[in-house]
């Protein structure tokens, strides 16, 4: 993941496989790359909680794939998702 400047080969086979279940196409992650923090806060904040829970899962997902929750990458999705959804920081 690249909060921890490194892209394991597991993390690429883990967002190759979320790529294909969800036909995410080049241009999709093109927008994607394009998202700031601010206007990633906002998307989330208006998910369903349920989809909210399944974003999350996705993002821990992808940072575990390489064995290791760099700590880094708990301080992104803390960041990212425990303002406004979770009670307290990830585990």
Known sequence: MKADGIIHPEEE???NQIYS???ITIN???DISNLDDVQTKLI???MSDEKKDRALGLFVG???ADGY???ME???L???FIDDYANGDLK
């Open 44 to 46: 989330i904040s208006v």
């Open 74 to 76: 708990k301080e992104i």
């Open 28 to 30: 999709d992650l093109e």
């Open 13 to 15: 086979k883990y967002m």
């Open 62 to 64: 992808m940072a575990e």
């Open 69 to 71: 929750f760099h700590p």
């Open 21 to 23: 279940d969800f036909s």
């Open 78 to 80: 803390n960041d990212i």
